[in-house]
């Protein structure tokens, strides 16, 4: 696995770093007095990507708070560009009066936050904000809603802390950069 990576462009300390900041804030803007004393959340993941980053997110917010998780599938299999977003599976119950707050690993087109939100405004959540580990330098990208970013970053395709190529790499500790070879064979 390792000798398919071509660079590191972000460290895992530097996530866990930054996670923290991210975190921090979060538990700023959702505790008395920016909300409610009595304010309900809903941590909202995009399977499969953003499960590394949820998992260490939610273990440095000390709120009261709900799990729900969605899968969107944008990029099947050797893609390494979006072929449109897919919401396949909801699992977040009733969102009635909840706020809620998405979790994705990357903005990209914008096309996931876009099909999300809705379909979580739909099922009754009182406030949909977003945060995303990582933003494309990408017009389509900043024009999107996103309350919460980690790191901007070039129009790379990136792996690791989550992200996948065909399904691989999502244990790679760092967000790396894969080798030409890897990725040549992709549409
Ligand atoms: P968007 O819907 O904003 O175009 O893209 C969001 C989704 O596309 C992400 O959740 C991720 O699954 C996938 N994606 C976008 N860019 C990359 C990338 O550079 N690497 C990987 N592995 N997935 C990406
Ligand atoms: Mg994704």
Redesign the pocket.
């Given at each position: 696995m390792n000798l398919d990576i071509e660079r590191v462009l972000i460290s895992q300390h530097q996530i866990a770093r930054r996670v923290k900041e991210l975190a921090d804030q979060i538990v700023k803007d959702h505790s008395p007095p920016a909300m409610g004393i009595d304010a309900e959340i809903t941590i909202v993941p995009?399977l499969?990507?953003?499960l590394v980053f949820c998992s260490d997110l939610i273990r440095q917010i000390p709120l009261h708070m709900q799990i729900g998780m969605l899968t969107?599938s944008?990029?099947p299999g050797t893609s390494?560009r979006?072929q449109g977003?897919q919401v396949i599976s909801k699992q977040f119950g009733d969102l009635t009066g909840r706020h809620v707050l998405v979790l994705?690993?990357?903005?990209?087109?914008?096309?996931?936050?876009?099909?999300v939100v809705p379909v979580l405004k739909e099922a009754g959540a009182a406030s949909v904000k977003t945060c995303v580990l990582?933003r494309?330098d990408l017009p389509?990208?900043r024009q999107?809603q996103a309350d919460y970013v980690g790191f901007d970053i070039p129009d790379?395709?990136?792996?690791g802390y989550g992200?996948?190529?065909n399904n691989y790499?999502r244990n790679v500790p760092d967000i790396v950069t894969l080798k030409s070879h890897v990725i040549t064979k992709s549409p």
């Open positions: 995009i499969t990507g953003a969107v944008s990029y390494i979006t977003s994705d690993d990357i903005l990209d087109s914008g096309g996931t936050i876009r099909a990582l494309k389509t990208a999107t790379e395709f990136v792996v992200l996948d190529f790499y």
